[in-house]
């Protein structure tokens, strides 16, 4: 857990600072110097991390990969707990019509395979990286919903809730101020177990050539890029897949910690 969070500090870092850890811009060629080696591996210091076909940084191109790929993890993410939390409200307080409707959303979304849903609309609007980001946030939103549904359900039937009624709250102030609070950790909870989902996603459409596009560059290019070298210049592929791996498994393994030490079900 400590090796997990050590981590996911490091990348935080990178995004932060990726302009000045950065040597090089990472559109810079250098064609003199195309498909350089690491160093220690017969490369040079100019290029510690080597180079790819085009003579480009690889170092400069993984530190922005990094902040490109996080970033729109992050706005990912927070569209889909957004959106699935406010239907679930929905449904959890007007129930009958609405709700029926609302599930009949959420089986819809978890039935329909989304990488060969997004690989349509992507490849029918065209793509931009805000478009691509709203895309992806639709991603696992019926998670959410189900989870607050049923989180506000148990909830107001909690004496609390039926107190605070009973002295005049609306429902705004009821869920705003009482039920959301308490049920927040749970959310929060979900948010880190589908946040490696929405990075492999990411990864997996810019590897297939329909997520960000070039010049901007992420770890999912960076894959797809590099797999046409894997047998000359392994470092392309080799470093951005190390670190899409470890992202994915220190919040996996930080979701399971904050899962266990919230539920107290399971200890």
């Known amino acids: 857990m400590v090796a997990a969070v050590v981590w996911l500090a490091l990348m935080l870092a990178v995004v932060l600072l990726a302009d000045r850890i950065a040597p090089y811009d990472y559109a810079t060629l250098d064609l003199r110097h195309r498909l350089a080696p690491p ?3 017969g490369g040079s210091v100019a290029h510690p991390f080597g180079s790819d076909e085009l ?3 690889v170092l400069a191109r993984l530190v ?8 729109i993890a992050f706005g990912a993410t927070l569209i889909g707990a957004a959106l699935g939390t406010t239907l679930g409200v929905l449904a959890a307080h007007f129930r009958g019509y609405v709700e029926q409707v609302i599930l009949a959303c959420v089986d819809f979304q978890a039935s329909m395979p989304f990488l060969v849903l997004a690989l349509a609309v992507l490849a029918f ?3 931009s990286l805000f478009l691509f980001v709203a895309l992806v ?3 696992g939103w019926e998670r959410y919903a189900r989870i607050t549904r049923a989180l506000a359900m148990s909830s107001n039937a909690q004496v609390y809730v039926i107190a605070v009624r009973q002295l005049g709250a609306g429902p705004w102030r009821v869920y705003l101020r009482h039920i959301l609070p308490n049920i927040a950790s749970t959310l929060i909870v979900t948010m880190t177990l589908a946040f490696p989902d929405i990075i492999l996603l990411e990864s997996g459409l810019s590897f297939l050539g329909l997520g960000v596009q070039p010049p901007l560059t992420s770890l999912g290019n960076m894959v797809g890029y590099g797999r046409d070298y894997l047998a000359r210049a392994p470092w392309i ?3 951005p897949s190390l670190v899409i791996s470890l992202t994915t498994l220190s ?3 930080l979701g399971d910690w904050l899962r266990d030490r919230i539920d107290k079900t399971l200890s």
Do not use: K
């Open 237 to 239: 592929l080799v470093l």
């Open 64 to 71: 922005m990969s990094i902040r490109v790929s996080l970033l």
């Open 251 to 253: 919040m996996s393994l």
């Open 125 to 127: 609007f065209g793509n």
């Open 39 to 41: 160093l220690g591996f």
């Open 137 to 139: 946030g639709l991603h």
């Open 55 to 57: 003579g480009r940084d």
